[in-house]
Nanobody
């Protein structure tokens, strides 16, 4: 499985961005797809995940502002980011794994496949 993330950019606080993650050979019929992010000098952290069932999960810091979704036909997952804040500045990574279980959705170690990352910069 190869993942290709895109859609990052430099925006002002309050703006929106939509990230895309195209997954080759992943049908979204098992496991989950997730977004993680890593800010300078910080550890990579969970942002959002969507299970094969369509159930979604979010970090508290983005709940109500970010929406994860997927298009099975296009084999693409999205992260719609609204009301962006400077603290959202980070490199965003998509991850996928057909074997992710409920308890592991928020853990980096649950995902074997990672995209290359896309930079999001939010200025105040």
């Amino acid at each position: 499985v190869q993942l290709q993330a895109s859609g990052g950019g430099s925006v002002q606080a309050g703006d929106s961005l939509r990230l895309s993650c195209v997954a080759s050979e992943y049908t979204f019929s098992r496991g989950a797809v997730a977004w993680f992010r890593q800010a300078p000098g910080k550890e990579r952290e969970f942002v959002a995940a969507i299970k094969w069932s369509g159930h979604t999960y979010y970090a508290d810091s983005v709940k109500g502002r970010f929406t994860i979704s997927r298009d099975k036909v296009k084999k693409t997952a999205y992260l719609q980011m609204n009301s962006l804040k400077p603290e959202d500045t980070a490199v965003y990574y998509c991850a996928a794994d057909a074997g992710v279980i409920q308890s592991g959705l928020r853990l980096m170690s649950s995902y074997d496949h990672w995209g290359q990352g896309t930079q999001v910069t939010v200025s105040s």
